[in-house]
């Protein structure tokens, strides 16, 4: 996805650049909720989540109007490394955080953020990362990054389910019934915990670090909101996948997911995607958003086609002298290594030291 703005000439009345605070700020939240590209990750409760769980400085800057309404805005965290280096990202931990603009924001809304987040380049001197696409930032590099999969929901999920393909995905369904998986929903303590336990399991097999319990655990603040649920799937009683679901605005969006792979045979994930989409059907959402995935993960990309997902390019915008290098790299070949082959408590001990850094 890239966003393609024009850079008229503003106005003599010129829009007012301010820089809020999005956790609190309730014009924040109204901009949240009804901006056509917002999503859960420009969400007050989602920037409060980092903040508690990762210490962030996290503000927005906003192009305002006489009224103090915001016309358009991008909320930035503060990341400070000695390992990664400091800069400014739009938002870490997020798949797609694309500016945000009202829906009666003037045309020169947009050229006026522009140029914001160019001064705060050069003022700052910190480089910025924009997790979506965008033309026309000074210095900026709109790079392809990841593959993004959306499925158009509708009421009758037995349509949607029927655009799926039959070999791959609804035999699989149709395996987990006679198998006697079953799936349950949890927004509580004891649903992240479970998916936590499998979440384990599934990043020491990928050789990935694993996001402290404590970040992970914070979801439950997120769910008393309305903003998102686990489902597990069990076979005989056993919890054998689980996945992390976040809800706003008619979108649902597939966080993590986790699974045991000795129990893969029995197609837990075909059934538990299967339920998330009949029941996002019938509370009214009009798409399920499975989330960015890396270009060269060509299995993660069919699956998620298989459903009948419509696949983009994801591009990332990098306000910096350099973009940042792509792949997978000598050190992280080496520390997936570590992962898989050593004790169980690499991973999270791994995640525990770098998840901060890497933002």
Not at 285 to 291: K, Q, T
Request: hydrophobic share 40%.
């Amino acid at each position: 996805m890239t966003i393609a703005i024009s850079s008229p000439s503003t106005p003599a009345a010129e829009r007012l650049v301010k820089r809020i605070d999005p956790l609190f700020h309730p014009r924040w939240q109204a901009l949240v909720d009804v901006a056509e590209d917002a999503t859960i990750f420009h969400h007050p409760a989602w920037l409060e989540l980092l903040r508690r769980s990762y210490g962030y400085e996290i503000s927005a800057i906003c192009v305002v109007d006489g009224e103090g309404e915001i016309a358009a805005g991008l909320p930035l965290a503060r990341v400070e490394s000695r390992l990664t280096g400091r800069r400014l990202v739009a938002i870490p931990f997020s798949d797609v955080c694309p500016p945000l603009h009202a829906p009666n924001a003037p045309g020169s809304a947009a050229p006026a953020l522009i140029r914001a987040l160019g001064e705060e380049r050069a003022q700052t001197g910190l480089d910025i990362e924009i997790r979506a696409g965008m033309d026309g930032i000074p210095g900026g590099h709109p790079v392809p990054r990841f593959l993004w999969h959306r499925l158009p929901l509708e009421p009758d999920a037995s349509a949607v389910l029927g655009r799926a393909s039959k070999s791959q995905v609804r035999r699989g369904i149709a395996k987990a019934r006679r198998e006697g998986v079953v799936i349950e929903r949890e927004t509580g303590r004891d649903g992240l915990e479970t998916f936590y336990r499998l979440h384990l399991r599934t990043r020491r097999r990928q050789g990935v670090p694993v996001q402290p319990k404590s970040f992970i655990l914070a979801f439950e603040d997120l769910f008393a909101r309305g903003l998102g649920h686990v489902l597990v799937a069990r076979h005989e009683g056993r919890a054998v996948a689980a996945a992390v679901f976040l809800s706003h605005r008619g979108t649902l969006t597939y966080k993590y997911g986790a699974s045991d792979e000795r129990f893969l045979d029995v197609r837990p994930n075909h059934l538990l995607f299967a339920e998330a989409i009949e029941a996002a059907c019938e509370e009214g959402f009009a798409e399920l958003d499975f989330g960015r995935t890396d270009s060269d993960n060509a299995g993660l990309g069919a699956f998620k086609r298989s459903w009948g997902a419509r696949e983009e390019e994801l591009a990332y915008t990098y306000v910096a002298d350099r973009v940042p290098e792509e792949g997978p790299g000598r050190a992280r070949r080496l520390m997936a290594a570590a992962i898989r082959r050593g004790p169980a408590f690499t991973g999270r001990a791994i995640g525990a030291a770098l998840y901060r850094h890497a933002g």
